[in-house]
């Protein structure tokens, strides 16, 4: 996280301006070389299906590119060359299988261009159920100081402490509020993740009586887990988009952990059995748990006709 802080810090508005997403680039392999280095270390022979791949860094003309990774490698203590770069990033080549860790590097890129909220990701699968979480993120808490990081294992709740200070740990719990008109929605920043237009009929059907707070990446499946928002939905805005295991174990764990209900917008639970996507659910439903049932209720009555669909036919 603290690579990801620096690179996030050294993007400059021109860069912004011209949608250069090299820094994004340089995050997102920085981050996943320093994941699967310590997933090497640690559980060598377990496989990492993670978002990026070093193929393109592997080429003599991004030499240069791939020095700036290793430039942010060693400014958090990680000296290593090129090819070892290269191959711990592609230590996050595996396909899914009974056992496995999946891994993105920078969650919510858009937010992290913008300067916003983003997470790095990452969860243990085993036989399809997520095992055991870790989600930081960067921009909640007080990102001065590094963020906060939250885990969570199957059936023994989710903590989160501020980066870099395990011992500062607390429980984590979902809110107990049942009061529809005093629960807080959260949503994605980019309407293309998630559609707006829907979000707002539903709020008004609830009854909701606050604007939706709208934050990129799965801090926000964080955010429903801490208590400080009741709902997040993640509304389809076609029917052909499959979410990414990667965009969801990590958060649908420390969610649930939290004693929090997570589904897709049919009710399903979401199903880490089927390869690197979601591809038997479609869109996602957090609540704290008390609210869930009459969220769905207002979700399913706001479907599109196009997205009645079973959701295996793909
Ligand atoms: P968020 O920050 O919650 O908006 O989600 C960011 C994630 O959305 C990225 O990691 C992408 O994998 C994912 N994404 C990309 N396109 C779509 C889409 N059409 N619908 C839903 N999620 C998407
Ligand atoms: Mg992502």
């Given at each position: 996280m603290a690579l990801c802080r620096s690179v996030q810090g050294s993007i400059d508005d021109a860069v912004l301006e011209k949608d250069d997403r090299s820094p994004v680039t340089v995050a997102d392999y920085g981050s996943q070389a320093l994941v699967c280095r310590s997933l090497a270390a640690s559980r060598p022979s377990d496989p990492v299906v993670a978002e990026e791949e070093a193929g393109a860094l592997r080429r003599p003309e991004q030499s240069t590119f791939?020095?700036?990774?290793?430039?942010?490698?060693?400014?958090?203590g990680v000296e290593a060359e090129g090819?070892?770069?290269?191959?711990?990033?592609?230590?996050?080549?595996?396909?899914?299988?009974?056992?496995?860790?999946?891994?993105?590097?920078?969650?919510?890129?858009?937010?992290?261009?913008r300067k916003g909220h983003y997470a790095v990701a990452l969860a243990l699968i085993i036989d399809g159920r997520v095992e055991v979480a870790a989600l930081g993120c960067p921009q909640l808490g007080d990102p001065a100081a590094g963020g906060l990081v939250y885990w969570a294992v199957k059936d023994q709740g989710a903590r989160v402490a501020?980066?870099?200070?395990?011992n500062d740990s607390r429980p984590v719990?979902?809110?107990?509020c049942q009061d529809m008109r005093l629960a807080r929605l959260c949503e994605s920043v980019e309407?293309?993740?998630?559609?707006?237009?829907?979000?707002?009929?539903?709020?008004?059907?609830?009854?909701?009586?606050?604007?939706?707070?709208?934050?990129?990446?799965?801090?926000?499946y964080a955010t429903v887990a801490d208590g400080a928002a009741e709902i997040y939905l993640r509304l389809p805005v076609n029917d052909t988009y499959r979410e990414k295991i990667w965009d969801h174990a990590a958060g649908?764990?420390?969610v649930s952990e939290a004693?929090?209900?997570?589904?897709?917008?049919h009710g399903r639970p979401l199903d880490f059995s089927l390869g690197r996507t979601l591809s038997a659910n479609r869109g996602v439903v957090v609540t704290n748990g008390p609210?869930?049932?009459?969220?769905?209720?207002?979700?399913?009555?706001?479907?599109?006709?196009?997205?009645?669909?079973?959701?295996?036919h793909d």
């Open positions: 791939l020095a700036r990774v290793g430039r942010e490698l060693a400014s958090v090819k070892t770069i290269c191959d711990w990033i592609d230590r996050g080549s595996s396909q899914p299988c009974q056992r496995f860790w999946t891994l993105d590097p920078i969650d919510g890129t858009k937010g992290f261009l501020p980066v870099g200070n395990p719990q979902v809110s107990d309407s293309a993740h998630s559609a707006h237009d829907r979000s707002a009929r539903i709020a008004e059907d609830l009854g909701l009586g606050g604007q939706p707070v709208r934050l990129d990446s799965q801090a926000k649908a764990l420390v004693g929090g209900q997570v589904s897709d917008t609210l869930h049932e009459r969220v769905l209720d207002a979700v399913l009555a706001s479907t599109p006709s196009d997205q009645h669909g079973d959701g295996n």
